[in-house]
């Protein structure tokens, strides 16, 4: 009866070393501890150190790679037939930099959610109609600053706390943030149009 090895890749995997191994982009099990740890150490692919960026692999090929050294074994694959190498250096990420883009990105994201409500506001002319509410309610002018103005103001901050579900690290649920579901829809799309542009420059 022949091992059997079990190989679990991810669609994206960071390194930062050039010199890649199997056991650096992949989860192995096998029945035989001898033969996975031989395996663990198998040269995948070496990188251009100078040359950071984006790799796309071949399951397939790691197969061919695994049979080559272990040829009675039987290898059962997890995960994406191709997936991505995402080389970086190491100290190569200026604390600083990163620190300015989440800033710059936080801001942007404010700022441009207060123009958006204040434009919604003026669109539909939140101040007349509330106005108006107010005077056919009481029957007296309103100054601005009546209870309509003020509950509107607090619905909104309570509505965008509720929205992103957590304030701070303080999470509301345990369900993921529309944040968070929005950056996983991005990185699978960037990662289907790497593999797939992979795929049509060899072809």
Not at 42 to 59: C, F, H, M, T, W
Not at 118 to 125: A, G, I, Q, S
Request: proline share 4%.
């Amino acid at each position: 009866m022949s091992d059997t090895l079990y190989i679990q890749t991810e669609e994206n995997v960071e390194v930062h070393h050039p010199h890649v191994y199997l056991q650096d982009i992949a989860k192995l099990s096998c029945t035989n501890s001898k033969i996975l740890n031989h395996l663990r150490v198998l040269p995948v692919a070496n990188l251009d150190p100078n040359k950071a960026g984006r790799y796309v692999i071949s399951v397939m090929d790691l197969i061919n790679d695994i049979q080559l050294k272990e040829p009675d074994l039987d290898i059962t694959h997890i995960g994406e037939p191709n997936f991505i190498i995402n080389y970086q250096k190491e100290g190569t990420v200026n604390i600083v930099i990163r620190w300015c883009k989440v800033i710059f990105v936080c801001l942007a994201t404010f700022f441009g959610a207060g123009f958006s409500i204040m434009t919604f506001n003026n669109d539909v002319d939140i101040p007349a109609l509330f106005e108006q509410i107010y005077t056919q309610v009481t029957g007296q002018p309103t100054t601005g600053n009546t209870v309509l103005e003020i509950s509107y103001s607090l619905g909104i901050g309570l509505g965008v706390l509720f929205f992103f579900n957590h304030f701070g690290r303080i999470k509301l649920t345990d369900d993921p943030t529309p944040m968070q579901v929005q950056m996983r829809l991005y990185e699978d799309d960037v990662n289907t149009t790497i593999i797939e542009d992979d795929s049509r420059k060899k072809e």
